[in-house]
């Protein structure tokens, strides 16, 4: 077990309204992920993290920004939600003792923006 | 960029017939090769995982998958399916070890029936 929590595991917001997701993890990992999946579209990676205020982008960042002010937290932000990002982002972790892509994933936080 | 291709989209099948799912990369070079399995509800837990070596994988709960380089693939397999392996996956691969993010295929949804 990776420990991973994503909170709120549900939510519903309107358009324009800024919404915040929590990746905790209760092991020092290195590397951490955000994703979302979409029907035809499989994963994509938002930003990821490689250490504490080390992040990047991913493929579809646009609209989206980070933070990881801890080790064990791993924050996603839409600054004003749009429609476009209804979707259920995951947050995945790397074990540092793990090879790399073998990712653990969170449960998931499913996003409605009306 | 490089790229993930899964052509099978919803497979259909009765149990213990044979299984193939497709995965073709678009990278050249060295790559990580992986297949992942989502579960019902559940988040993504990884399947089987090509570093190096024998291309001939073999992972959990049977399945295995061939790396041929040749021919950019990566397929999925396995013998005789169960209704337990319905479920939807996903091809990924590592291009950037120093990354070490995934990029994954758009997934194939499996049905199993009794």
């Known amino acids: 077990d990776a420990g991973i929590t994503q909170s709120p595991r549900h939510k519903v917001t309107e358009t324009g309204t800024p919404v915040t997701l929590r990746c905790h993890q209760t092991?020092?990992?290195?590397?951490m992920y955000w994703y979302r999946q979409d029907p035809g579209h499989g994963l994509r990676l938002i930003h990821y993290?490689?250490?504490?205020?080390?992040?990047d982008k991913g493929e579809v960042s646009d609209g989206y920004s980070v933070s990881r002010s801890k080790t064990e937290d791993f924050l996603l932000t839409l600054e004003s939600a749009t429609s476009s990002q209804t979707s259920v982002y995951f947050c995945?972790?790397?074990?540092?003792?793990?090879?790399?892509?073998?990712?653990?994933f969170g449960e998931g936080s499913r996003l409605t923006v009306l | 960029a490089q790229s993930v291709s899964q052509h099978n989209h919803h497979v259909i099948l009765s149990e213990a017939a044979s299984l193939e799912l497709g995965c073709n990369y678009s990278?050249?070079?060295?790559?990580?090769l992986f297949w992942y399995v989502q579960y019902p509800g559940q988040h993504l837990q990884l399947l089987l995982k090509?570093?190096?070596?024998?291309?001939l994988v073999k992972g959990i709960k049977g399945f295995e998958a061939e790396f041929i380089k040749s021919k950019f693939s990566f397929n999925l397999r396995k013998p005789s399916v169960q209704w337990s392996d319905t479920a939807e996956y996903f091809c990924?691969?590592?291009?950037?070890?120093?990354?070490?993010?995934?990029?994954f295929g758009s997934g194939t949804r499996l049905q199993v029936q009794p």
């Open positions: 995945a972790i790397s074990e540092s003792g793990q090879g790399p892509g073998e990712l653990f």
């Open positions: 092991e020092n990992h290195r590397y």
């Open positions: 993290s490689y250490g504490v205020k080390d992040t």
């Open positions: 990278y050249g070079g060295t790559v990580n």
């Open positions: 090509y570093f190096s070596g024998d291309p």
């Open positions: 990924a691969v590592l291009q950037d070890t120093g990354r070490r993010a995934l990029t």
